[in-house]
């Protein structure tokens, strides 16, 4: 099977989250391609794949802009194919009923912004990268880290993806009769 993977990402993890997906398929025995969202992403040719992947993470409420205009402008092609949403978040890695409902907020934005419903959907849970922020951003995420019950230090970065869960997500979507949309939740 052939597999387009288009992702947006503001501080590279979801792009590692992608080169994951895209591994577990080829060793799969499919071929995966991965796109960043871009400018130039309209030269992607979504016909020639048999499923297409699209992968963003939440940071605001939002996704990234680049992903959302080529959702938006793909929108019918997306619909008329297979294809799945990986929603990459913090929320997704607690148990804050209030965060989740959140995530499913946002979602459900972005389905009405880029007119494109996902047939799977998978909250991935994302990553603190402490060595990538500034001062300011460094401390708001000990903060909320610190009210989720979550002690972290500044020094170290914590990637809390649970990868087994994307593994089983790629390798079932790829497979699935892609019946109505289906939700993957880790909780």
Not at 25 to 36: P, Q, S
Request: with cysteine.
């Amino acid at each position: 099977m052939r597999v387009l993977i288009v992702f947006g990402t503001t501080e590279g993890h979801t792009r590692e989250i992608c080169h994951f997906a895209a591994d577990v398929l080829r060793k799969a025995g499919h071929t995966a391609t991965t796109e960043e969202a871009a400018r130039d992403s309209a030269d992607v040719q979504i016909g020639a794949y048999d499923v297409v992947l699209l992968a963003g993470s939440l940071h605001i409420g939002r996704y990234q802009p680049g992903l959302v205009r080529f959702a938006q402008a793909r929108a019918d092609e997306l619909n008329a194919k297979p294809s799945a949403f990986i929603s990459v978040s913090l929320s997704a890695a607690g148990e804050n009923p209030d965060d989740w409902e959140c995530l499913e907020d946002c979602l459900a934005r972005f389905e009405h912004e880029t007119g494109w419903t996902p047939h799977q959907v998978h909250k991935a849970e994302g990553a603190i990268k402490y060595s990538q922020y500034d001062f300011f951003k460094r401390l708001a995420l000990k903060h909320i880290a610190a009210k989720r019950g979550q002690a972290t230090v500044t020094s170290r970065d914590y990637d809390l993806t649970d990868y087994d869960a994307v593994r089983a997500f790629v390798l079932d979507f790829v497979r699935a009769d892609r019946g109505p949309a289906v939700l993957s939740d880790p909780r």
